[in-house]
């Protein structure tokens, strides 16, 4: 089957929300982009920080940061692939599906461990967008089988959690001549591997893509409401 459209692995994690909105994903999906999506890039740098921290350690001394003990026996890693290389055609839906992890381990008898890395509070699966991230690592391991990471025996979620209270307020040492050091602890959570699911978003995604007219609004979505008045006001 020709691909008909792509989709990304951080997109089709969004579908497995709870409070996920079939008119908003269809407008962005036909518009190829959302308005007002200007997100703090503070964050994206701190997870890319995380990710080459690890790398480095590996580097430097052929085994995993202690914080990475729960992933089991991890020998080194793979450098992520572009997206472009980390895609795989799902025949059935005719969907193309894509991404870059944040990290790819290997473990000792060379199977894979994708994990992504979060800048957030650790809330052990309380985070209310975990069904996004579980969906969206499930999506990797479904698009690494088939791109030469096979096989991918686990997933996990690195919450790198910003160490802010008054005890290291109070360390002379966290103020420097330059500014302020501020500490990072690590948190692993495991994600169940079960990347079977994702045949079934894709196919989600495809009904509602090819739906000629955007679906219904959800209910009692206070934005959609504001937005039918903005036209009522602007075309009277
Ligand atoms: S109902 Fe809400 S979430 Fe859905 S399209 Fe409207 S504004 Fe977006």
Redesign the pocket.
């Known amino acids: 089957m020709p691909a008909s459209f792509c989709i990304s692995a951080e997109n089709l994690g969004a579908v497995a929300l709870p409070g996920f ?1 079939p ?2 994903f269809w ?1 962005q999906m036909h518009a190829e982009g959302l308005p007002y999506q200007i997100f703090p890039g503070i964050f994206s740098s701190i997870d890319s920080y995380g990710k080459r921290l690890v790398h480095a350690w590996f580097d430097r001394h052929q085994s995993a940061p202690p914080w990475l003990a729960g992933l089991g026996d991890i020998k080194g890693y793979r450098p992520p692939p572009h997206f472009s290389k980390f895609s795989t055609l799902d025949r059935e839906t005719g969907i193309v599906l894509r991404g870059t992890p944040d990290g790819i381990l290997v473990r000792r008898d060379d199977s894979h461990v994708i994990v992504d890395y979060k800048t957030a509070k650790f809330t052990a699966r309380q985070d209310e967008l975990f069904p996004m991230y579980d969906a969206q690592l499930n999506a990797y391991a479904f698009i690494g089988e088939q791109c030469g990471f096979s096989p991918v025996s686990g997933l996990a979620l690195v919450y790198t959690e910003p160490v802010t209270d008054n005890a290291a307020a109070a360390k002379d040492g966290n103020l420097t001549e330059a500014g302020f050091v501020m500490d990072f602890s690590a948190h692993v959570l495991p994600v169940d591997l079960a990347p079977q699911r994702i045949s079934k978003l894709l196919a989600k995604v495809r009904e509602i893509y090819h739906r000629k007219r955007p679906p219904e ?2 209910q009692g ?1 206070k ?2 409401a504001l ?1 039918k008045n903005l036209i009522a006001v602007v075309s009277k």
Do not use: A, N, V
Request: with cysteine.
């Open positions: 909105c008119r908003c407008i609004s959800r979505c934005d959609c937005l």
